[in-house]
């Protein structure tokens, strides 16, 4: 049984659905400020970058 689950949450994360849908409203910006600091989405990025996106 092959695992479908996103390696990297903030693929499908419900913050991110937010910004991209509404960037000024308080929870898009929120998510904005929290991709500075948020170690998984610096992972995220990287891996992006290695798979050439």
Known sequence: M???????RCE???????Y????KSFSGRLWKWHT??????KAYQ????KQGK
């Open 36 to 41: 500075y600091i948020c170690p998984g989405w």
């Open 20 to 23: 991209i849908d509404n960037p």
């Open 12 to 18: 499908s994360c419900p913050w991110r659905q937010k």
């Open 46 to 49: 990287r891996s992006l970058a």
């Open 2 to 8: 092959a695992d479908t689950t996103p390696k990297h």
